[in-house]
């Protein structure tokens, strides 16, 4: 067992740091919950833009991972894992994990510095919001199988293909393209005017994070890094979202936690609250364990990546592969605790279980996930 001291003990100095900083997430977002008001029966939730500029102008929260000098406020992501993790007790509906996660680490993988003076102080400041498009049939996120060609027409590259399951694309500004050249994959920015390009919202599971199809038809493109290399970086890109998602997904195992116990100690049957039987009880000491490894493993791989520990990409893999499990567990568990309300669109239990469902799904489902474990141990 390691003996090296974890920054989110108690009493070290760091950790009054991110309980600060938890604190002004915890407290400005409490409000702004997006399940506070589910519109029964419908098929999204509307997204308050005034959120997304206040978290940008208050809390500077699309600043936090993005180096100082591109505009950022240059912290790690053990920062943004406590941010991620707030934002999932709330199922938050704005662009960040899309624009502030996705978009940043896109960019700073491509070591492209110009591209990161370019595009990165408009996305620090929120005045843009980015998104990633990688996934094309079957979901998956792996570079080796993008279908979409680059070609270069004299005056420039243009794009053609198709882009699905891209996080806010519909909301973007920019979209980091992966497309296919004679070099191998590489990542391109197209402007959200570009010509040729269509975007179409698409129809999801999780109503509080929408998804759009993207239709590229010659639509020209600004290439991002060296031609071929998306493939190098978008490994280093998917270990640090997979990180981030893990939090998200152990924020919001925590906050279903929450609404279970309370539910379990107010909810009265046959003149005793639920909470005194012996199977709730065990329900939920087993959602317990399961949030508190998930909330361990998402905030060690977040330790390994700002130590530069060499192990961080096995952990990476194996936080995402874990809180993925974790957070449906805990999410069916909630479901069983609240009965009959619990199946209701009146009652933000289905939110979750639906976060928890296409988070599990969203980088190319359980196997895929478990492939990238065995990849990263050597295996």
Same mark, same amino acid.
């Given at each position: 067992?390691?003996?090296?001291?974890?920054?989110?003990?108690?009493?070290?100095?760091?950790?009054?740091?991110?309980?600060?900083?938890?604190?002004?997430?915890?407290?400005?977002?409490?409000?702004?919950?997006?399940?506070?008001?589910?519109?029964?029966?419908?098929? *999204?939730?509307?997204?308050?833009?005034?959120?997304?500029?206040?978290?940008?102008?208050?809390?500077?929260?699309?600043?936090?991972?993005?180096?100082?000098?591109?505009?950022?406020?240059?912290?790690?992501?053990?920062? #943004?894992?406590?941010?991620?993790?707030?934002? *999932?007790?709330?199922?938050?509906?704005? $662009?960040?994990?899309?624009?502030?996660? #996705?978009?940043?680490?896109?960019? #700073?993988?491509?070591?492209?510095?110009?591209? &990161?003076?370019?595009?990165?102080?408009?996305?620090?400041? !929120?005045?843009?919001?980015?998104?990633?498009?990688?996934?094309?049939?079957?979901?998956?996120?792996?570079?080796?199988?993008?279908?979409?060609?680059?070609?270069?027409?004299?005056?420039?590259?243009?794009?053609?293909?198709?882009?699905?399951?891209?996080?806010?694309?519909?909301?973007?500004?920019?979209?980091?393209?992966?497309?296919?050249?004679? !070099?191998?994959?590489?990542?391109?920015?197209?402007?959200?005017?570009?010509?040729?390009?269509?975007?179409?919202?698409?129809?999801?599971?999780?109503?509080?994070?929408?998804?759009?199809?993207?239709?590229?038809?010659?639509?020209?493109?600004?290439?991002?890094?060296?031609?071929?290399?998306?493939?190098?970086?978008?490994?280093?890109?998917?270990?640090?979202?997979?990180?981030?998602?893990?939090?998200?997904?152990?924020?919001?195992?925590?906050?279903?936690?929450?609404?279970?116990?309370?539910?379990?100690?107010?909810?009265?049957?046959?003149?005793?609250?639920?909470?005194?039987?012996?199977?709730?009880?065990?329900? &939920?000491?087993?959602?317990?364990?399961?949030?508190?490894?998930?909330?361990?493993?998402?905030?060690?791989?977040?330790?390994?990546?700002?130590?530069?520990? $060499?192990?961080?990409? @096995?952990?990476?893999?194996?936080?995402?592969?874990? &809180?993925?499990?974790?957070?449906?567990?805990?999410?069916?568990?909630?479901?069983? @605790?609240?009965?009959?309300?619990?199946?209701?669109?009146?009652?933000?239990?289905?939110?979750?279980?639906?976060?928890?469902?296409?988070?599990?799904? #969203?980088?190319?489902?359980?196997?895929?996930?478990?492939?990238?474990?065995?990849?990263?141990?050597?295996?």
């Amino acid at each position: 067992m390691s003996t090296r001291p974890d920054i989110f003990e108690r009493d070290s100095e760091r950790e009054k740091e991110l309980a600060e900083l938890r604190s002004a997430v915890r407290d400005f977002l409490a409000p702004r919950s997006g399940h506070r008001e589910v519109p029964a029966g419908q098929a *999204g939730i509307g997204r308050d833009s005034a959120v997304w500029r206040q978290l940008s102008q208050q809390l500077r929260l699309p600043a936090l991972s993005v180096p100082e000098e591109f505009g950022g406020d240059g912290f790690g992501l053990v920062e #943004l894992v406590v941010v991620m993790e707030e934002m *999932g007790r709330v199922l938050l509906d704005a $662009p960040f994990f899309s624009s502030a996660v #996705l978009a940043v680490q896109a960019l #700073l993988a491509s070591g492209d510095r110009r591209a &990161c003076q370019r595009y990165l102080p408009e996305l620090a400041s !929120g005045r843009q919001i980015g998104a990633l498009a990688v996934a094309e049939r079957g979901s998956a996120w792996d570079p080796v199988l993008v279908e979409t060609r680059a070609a270069n027409d004299g005056q420039g590259w243009v794009l053609t293909g198709r882009k699905l399951f891209v996080i806010d694309g519909a909301q973007a500004d920019l979209l980091l393209v992966v497309a296919r050249t004679v !070099g191998g994959p590489t990542l391109f920015a197209v402007r959200r005017d570009a010509e040729g390009l269509a975007v179409h919202e698409m129809e999801t599971l999780d109503l509080t994070r929408p998804m759009a199809r993207l239709e590229l038809a010659g639509t020209p493109a600004v290439i991002v890094g060296r031609d071929g290399g998306a493939a190098r970086a978008m490994t280093a890109v998917l270990d640090v979202a997979s990180v981030a998602l893990a939090a998200e997904q152990a924020g919001a195992a925590q906050a279903e936690l929450d609404l279970s116990i309370e539910y379990a100690r107010t909810r009265v049957q046959f003149g005793r609250p639920i909470g005194s039987f012996q199977a709730v009880q065990h329900m &939920c000491a087993e959602m317990l364990v399961q949030v508190e490894l998930a909330l361990a493993a998402a905030r060690e791989a977040a330790l390994l990546h700002d130590e530069r520990d $060499p192990g961080f990409g @096995v952990a990476a893999a194996a936080a995402h592969a874990y &809180c993925s499990r974790a957070a449906m567990n805990v999410a069916a568990a909630t479901i069983q @605790v609240h009965g009959g309300i619990g199946f209701t669109w009146e009652h933000p239990a289905h939110l979750y279980f639906r976060r928890a469902k296409a988070s599990q799904m #969203l980088f190319g489902g359980p196997a895929v996930v478990y492939e990238r474990v065995l990849e990263r141990l050597g295996i």
